[in-house]
């Protein structure tokens, strides 16, 4: 696998704004996956996008995922204090099973 | 399902001492993995386990770590000994595959002096 680039590394927004996050990634990919970790917690998985899809949504959450600039997107709506998290993406390659490799992550912070 | 456990939640301990951290996987999940966290470094993939055989550890800093998975429910990553550098958040997570998502564990906060 191979470690996702996110961009920004930090980003700070009010209450009710939409929060935007970008990742980059080097080779073809066979899924690109989205984490949350809060403050002292482990990653939870977010999304998970396939190679073939484009655009995936789950509840405020929109991903999407241009192969040919080999960037995702995360975008939250309508944000709120509890989306103040560091976030994480990070792919598999088609080339072989191997396990995700993190980068340093977008620390959102949400102020009421 | 109560998703991974580790334990213990919080370690502190003497430069020197034996460390050894467990994680329970999610029962059913067949790849699990070990990671540590810093400031400096980020989220470090230490080892990997599918069907509780080890597939790479290149990511063990020493000779001093080792870890193992003796069954499908168990992990343990050991420290001996242990140095003050060791000090992080050490992560477990599970997954049903390697193209799966991961459920992480809260972790194991390690602190030597």
């Known amino acids: 696998s191979q470690q996702g680039e996110e961009d920004p590394q930090a980003l700070s927004i009010q209450e009710g704004e939409n929060a935007t996050m970008n990742c980059s990634y080097k080779?073809?990919?066979?899924?690109l996956q989205w984490y949350r970790q809060n403050s002292g917690r482990g990653l939870v998985h977010l999304i998970l996008?396939?190679?073939?899809?484009r655009e995936k949504h789950s509840g405020r959450l929109r991903v999407t995922l241009d192969t040919s600039k080999k960037s995702s997107s995360l975008l939250i709506t309508a944000s709120r204090a509890a989306d103040t998290a560091s976030y994480f993406c990070?792919?598999?390659?088609?080339?072989?099973?191997?396990?995700?490799?993190f980068g340093k992550g977008t620390r959102l912070s949400v102020i009421a | 399902d109560a998703g991974v456990i580790q334990s213990p939640r919080h370690e502190v301990t003497e430069m020197g001492q034996e460390v050894t951290l467990r994680c329970k996987p999610i029962?059913?999940?067949?790849?699990l993995f070990w990671y540590r966290q810093t400031m400096m470094r980020g989220l470090e993939l230490l080892i990997y386990?599918?069907?509780?055989?080890?597939?790479?550890d290149s990511g063990m800093p020493e000779d001093r770590f080792s870890a193992k998975m003796p069954n499908a429910s168990f992990s343990t990553l050991k420290i001996q000994p242990s140095e003050p550098r060791d000090s992080a958040v050490y992560f477990c997570?599970?997954?049903?595959?390697?193209?799966?998502?991961?459920?992480f564990g809260s972790g194991t906060r390690l602190t030597v002096v």
């Open positions: 386990f599918n069907n509780n055989v080890p597939i790479d």
């Open positions: 080779t073809s990919i066979n899924n």
């Open positions: 029962s059913g999940h067949n790849s």
């Open positions: 996008i396939r190679s073939n899809e």
């Open positions: 990070a792919a598999h390659t088609l080339s072989g099973n191997t396990p995700l490799v």
């Open positions: 997570a599970s997954s049903r595959g390697l193209n799966y998502g991961y459920t």
